[in-house]
């Protein structure tokens, strides 16, 4: 009987590998990864998808850089080709990036069969090839509805005078919340997170910025300031509290 078990739970583990725990019913955000790097998400939304869980079933709406790619089809190529193949027909997505500037782009509602493992997932463009792809959604993380917001934050690191203003304004678009930062200086020109980098959006006054951020969660910045002889980066770290989240 020992041996019974084991075997099964052999086959459990190896020939079916755990896909994820089941998703609450709820919004959130999501990478969306893909195996090429002409088909992938939209840069203002840094990899990220919005995830929508209804009844258990998983679908999510990402955002292509561009017009280019018309449908997309859950499955091989092979089979989008076929008489009444179920076609994922793209939206029209309004995209402001974090200088300001407005584009449209395609969008498309994609059913999402599990997380953290590669499904097919074909799509065609203006030349009417199919191409076929495996793409994957992976760490989902609870977001607010799309709108704007004021949120507490603070702001620690470097010499510990430069600040912040708080409340700080923030919009929610396609489920990606978006800050926007002023510092009580005009010297600084760009913040990295991470390998991103992020110019100021303003000219005149305060150094101004718009990044995406997480909230109840510390935030690593680097940003380059010009206070000094020499322009150098300084290390912060930026906070947002989510209890204080009201509509404006």
Excluded at 4 to 15: D, E, H, S, T, Y
Excluded at 97 to 103: A, M
Excluded at 134 to 154: C, I, L, R
Aim: hydrophobic residues 40%; neutral net charge; charged residues 20%.
């Amino acid at each position: 009987m020992k041996k019974f078990i084991a075997v099964i739970l052999f086959i459990a583990l190896f020939c079916f590998p755990v896909l994820g725990a089941p998703l609450k019913d709820g919004v959130y955000t999501a990478e969306f990864r893909t195996d090429s790097s002409m088909f992938h998400v939209n840069d203002a939304y840094g990899g990220k998808g919005l995830l929508t869980v209804n009844d258990g079933k998983m679908t999510i709406h990402v955002t292509m850089p561009s017009k280019q790619i018309l449908s997309l089809f859950c499955g091989k190529a092979d089979a989008a080709k076929a008489p009444g193949a179920a076609l994922i027909e793209h939206t029209v997505d309004s995209v402001t990036h974090p200088d300001g500037f407005v584009e449209k782009a395609h969008g498309f509602d994609i059913p999402v069969p599990y997380l953290d493992k590669d499904f097919d997932c074909a799509l065609v463009g203006k030349k009417g090839k199919w191409y076929d792809h495996k793409v994957s959604v992976s760490n989902p993380v609870p977001t607010v509805k799309d709108g704007s917001y004021n949120a507490d934050v603070t702001l620690s690191g470097g010499s510990g005078r430069t600040t912040v203003v708080s409340p700080a304004e923030i919009t929610v678009q396609n489920g990606i919340i978006w800050a926007t930062i002023v510092f009580s200086s005009p010297h600084y020109d760009y913040i990295t997170i991470g390998e991103t980098k992020y110019d100021r959006i303003n000219t005149e006054g305060n150094s101004t910025f718009r990044i995406p951020v997480t909230l109840d969660k510390d935030i690593r910045i680097s940003a380059l300031t010009t206070a000094m002889s020499n322009p150098h980066l300084i290390d912060y770290t930026l906070r947002f509290d989510g209890g204080s989240l009201k509509s404006r």
